[in-house]
Nanobody, 118 residues
């Protein structure tokens, strides 16, 4: 089993920045991808970014968000810059085989709220 614990969400003004963290514990494997999805009210859960041997981004966040991983700490980060109100959502950390489909991942965290005010 793998446990994922997110932190770093909060309220920020448009144009601001936040950094999300996701600490993984349990049976983690370096071959697993780790990533982030988000879900806004009334919308489907969508892919944001993932990292395995490369990094992958949704078009909507490319150039603004950066995903990174500290293998020694089993922690993945999502640095979010130039935030927009449409980035408001619950952000979920995931781990498993790389995919842009949420259901393909084996593990996910409880979610952390990100709210961007205009």
């Amino acid at each position: 089993q793998v446990q994922l614990v997110e932190s770093g969400g909060g309220l920020v003004q448009a144009g601001g920045s936040l950094r999300l963290s996701c600490a993984a514990s349990g049976r983690t494997f370096s071959s697993n991808a780790m990533g982030w999805f988000r879900q806004a009210p009334g919308k489907e859960r969508e892919f944001v970014a993932a990292i395995r041997y490369s990094t992958y981004y949704a078009d909507s966040v490319k150039g603004r968000f950066t995903i990174s991983k500290d293998n020694a700490k089993n922690t993945v980060y999502l640095q979010m810059n130039s935030l927009k109100p449409e980035d408001t959502a619950v952000y979920y950390c995931v781990a498993g085989p790389y995919s842009r489909t949420y259901s393909a991942y084996d593990y996910w965290g409880q979610g952390t709220q990100v709210t961007v005010s205009s």
